[in-house]
């Protein structure tokens, strides 16, 4: 080989594809997968634990509101229930299932 041909297969060996290890771009994706996991579980817990908070600091004041509106709301709630659970049995489609098969 000439000197041209090292030169030329140096330069090439340069732009060439980096290796690629299957094994350890799965285990990457997979902790990835896990902290991003742990972190909306951290969130999720957080918010539940200030909104649980929140409640607990306002329920005096909330329990009373909800004992005098439930006997009025008690038969629209039963009413608005009765009917989604028509239309999921007619229709075969309920709203509360995502990404299930039916």
């Known amino acids: 080989?000439?000197?041209?041909?090292?030169?030329l297969k140096t330069l090439f060996a340069h732009h060439e594809p980096p290796a690629r290890d299957?094994?350890?771009a799965?285990?990457?994706?997979?902790?990835?997968?896990r902290r991003r996991c742990l972190q909306d579980l951290g969130l999720l817990a957080g918010i539940?634990?200030?909104g649980g908070a929140a409640l607990w600091g306002l329920w005096p004041v909330v329990q009373p509101v909800l004992t005098a509106l439930s006997g009025q709301l008690a038969p629209t709630a039963v009413?608005?229930?009765?009917?989604l659970s028509a239309?999921?049995?007619l229709t075969?489609?309920?709203p509360w299932r995502t990404g299930e098969a039916a």
Do not use: K, Y
């Not at 080989?1 to 030169?7: E, G, N, Q, V």
């Not at 799965?26 to 997968?33: K, N, P, Y």
């Open 1 to 7: 080989m000439t000197s041209a041909d090292d030169h």
């Open 48 to 50: 539940s634990s200030v």
């Open 92 to 94: 075969g489609q309920f």
């Open 79 to 83: 009413a608005l229930t009765v009917a």
């Open 22 to 24: 299957p094994a350890f």
């Open 26 to 33: 799965t285990a990457v994706m997979e902790r990835m997968a």
């Open 87 to 89: 239309v999921a049995i």
